[in-house]
């Protein structure tokens, strides 16, 4: 049996000497998928980067295919939640998609048979060829982060690490990036992704739920409760998952990032 895209025991994560989440214990078979569920602060997205490698680890042990976090960038799509604003010339959309091409023969390597098709493909399955042509800067937010998961896509990555790639995205696209997260797992990647929401995290195969600790993780199917949810967010609930309501804790609004770098992008 192969081992996992990423094995974590009794691990620690946070940044500097702050300890963000420990405990996490956690199996990411290849070809499988596992959200991370939870507010801001709550520590998915430090435990996203410490997967990626952005982040050293604080204890605990942590294996990224097979060895240790990054160790072997080109295997690996990092997409975060913050993006470049300042681009000198104005990069058109397939630009900035064919920049997920990169890893694989290095920035001024030359371009392998087979690129164009993969960042057309990759575009089309985020139905925006239509826009290859357009600057980034003239782009709705939804447009751009469509931009930037056709990015990651086209890299072709072992191991894609997502950072709420749902945001500013509609029901429509929303729904187009669990076909995705399905698609790169049948492909044979493994798909770890940052979210807080629910039914984006139902369509995995696997769920953390966060809180500044691990509230519950196991089978999405298993796991996502409506008691867990409400532990997890502080929340409310009336009938479901798809009524809650009212925050009624507060402290876990304060912005994980508030004490460290942004996360990068792809770029």
């Given at each position: 049996?192969?081992?996992?895209?990423?094995?974590?025991?009794?691990?620690?994560?946070?940044?500097?000497s702050h300890v963000v989440v420990d405990r996490?214990?956690?199996?990411?078979?290849?070809?499988?998928?596992?959200?991370?569920?939870?507010?801001?602060?709550?520590?998915?997205?430090?435990?996203?980067?410490?997967?990626?490698?952005?982040?050293?680890?604080?204890?605990?042990?942590?294996?990224?295919?097979?060895?240790?976090?990054?160790?072997?960038?080109?295997?690996?799509?990092?997409?975060?939640?913050?993006?470049?604003?300042?681009?000198?010339?104005?990069?058109?959309?397939?630009?900035?998609?064919?920049?997920?091409?990169?890893?694989?023969?290095?920035?001024?390597?030359?371009?392998?048979?087979?690129?164009?098709?993969?960042?057309?493909?990759?575009?089309?399955?985020?139905?925006?060829?239509?826009?290859?042509?357009?600057?980034?800067?003239?782009?709705?937010?939804?447009?751009?982060?469509?931009?930037?998961?056709?990015?990651?896509?086209?890299?072709?990555?072992?191991?894609?690490?997502?950072?709420?790639?749902?945001?500013g995205l509609d029901p429509a696209a929303h729904?187009?990036?669990?076909?995705?997260?399905?698609?790169?797992?049948?492909?044979?990647?493994?798909?770890?992704?940052?979210?807080?929401?629910?039914?984006?995290?139902?369509?995995?195969?696997?769920?953390?739920?966060?809180?500044?600790?691990?509230?519950?993780?196991?089978?999405?199917?298993?796991?996502?409760?409506?008691?867990?949810?409400?532990?997890?967010?502080?929340?409310?609930?009336?009938?479901?998952?798809?009524?809650?309501?009212?925050?009624?804790?507060?402290?876990?609004?304060?912005?994980?990032?508030?004490?460290?770098?942004?996360?990068d992008g792809l770029l």
């Amino acid at each position: 049996m192969s081992a996992p895209a990423v094995r974590a025991a009794g691990l620690a994560v946070g940044w500097g000497s702050h300890v963000v989440v420990d405990r996490v214990d956690v199996e990411v078979p290849a070809g499988t998928s596992l959200a991370l569920v939870g507010t801001n602060g709550s520590g998915k997205s430090t435990l996203l980067r410490t997967i990626a490698g952005l982040l050293p680890v604080l204890g605990g042990e942590l294996e990224v295919l097979g060895g240790r976090p990054g160790t072997q960038p080109a295997r690996v799509a990092y997409l975060g939640q913050f993006h470049p604003r300042g681009f000198v010339l104005p990069l058109r959309a397939r630009d900035v998609v064919a920049m997920g091409r990169y890893p694989s023969r290095g920035l001024v390597g030359r371009p392998a048979a087979g690129d164009d098709d993969r960042i057309d493909q990759a575009m089309e399955r985020m139905r925006i060829g239509h826009l290859a042509r357009r600057p980034l800067r003239d782009l709705s937010g939804g447009q751009q982060q469509r931009v930037y998961i056709a990015q990651a896509l086209a890299w072709e990555a072992d191991l894609m690490v997502f950072d709420e790639p749902g945001s500013g995205l509609d029901p429509a696209a929303h729904e187009l990036l669990r076909e995705v997260v399905r698609a790169e797992g049948a492909r044979g990647a493994a798909v770890i992704t940052a979210t807080h929401d629910i039914r984006d995290a139902a369509a995995c195969d696997q769920a953390m739920l966060l809180a500044g600790r691990v509230v519950a993780a196991g089978p999405a199917a298993t796991v996502i409760t409506p008691q867990a949810v409400a532990e997890t967010f502080g929340l409310v609930l009336t009938e479901g998952l798809g009524d809650m309501v009212v925050p009624v804790d507060g402290h876990h609004c304060a912005h994980e990032h508030g004490d460290q770098a942004p996360a990068d992008g792809l770029l």
